[in-house]
């Protein structure tokens, strides 16, 4: 069964820091390319970041210079560490496994990320 299982997020004042994490099968993580994306209450799911097993990567021109996505292909496992956060990148954020910067069937099941003050 193709898994993705979130773990991080949660409350952080504006400038600082926080990391995701989304471990997935090892099917999935040899064959796709892994994205993060995030939904703002009201507004469409979007790309943050995307990388792909070669370890290429892209990045919202939002988020760039203080997000940076990782993978550990060992552990089947991808990162969003997130600096220098702003109220704005309040969301709920997803990682997702399909084609580079395009998001494939498969989602975790969300992890909330509130920057406030």
């Known amino acids: 069964q193709v898994q993705l299982v979130q773990s991080g997020g949660g409350l952080v004042q504006p400038g600082g820091s926080l990391r995701l994490s989304c471990a997935a099968s090892?099917?999935?993580?040899?064959?796709?390319?892994m994205g993060w994306y995030r939904q703002a209450p009201g507004k469409q799911r979007d790309l943050v970041a995307a990388?792909?097993?070669?370890?290429?990567?892209n990045y919202a021109d939002s988020v760039k210079g203080r997000f940076t996505i990782s993978r550990d292909n060992a552990k089947n496992t991808v990162y969003l560490q997130m600096n220098s956060l702003k109220p704005e990148y309040t969301a709920v954020y997803y990682c997702?496994?399909?084609?580079?910067?395009?998001?494939?069937?498969?989602w975790g099941q969300g992890t909330q990320v509130t920057v406030s003050s």
């Open positions: 997702n496994a399909g084609p580079f910067n395009v998001p494939g069937e498969h």
């Open positions: 090892g099917s999935i993580f040899r064959i796709y390319a």
């Open positions: 990388i792909r097993s070669s370890g290429s990567t």
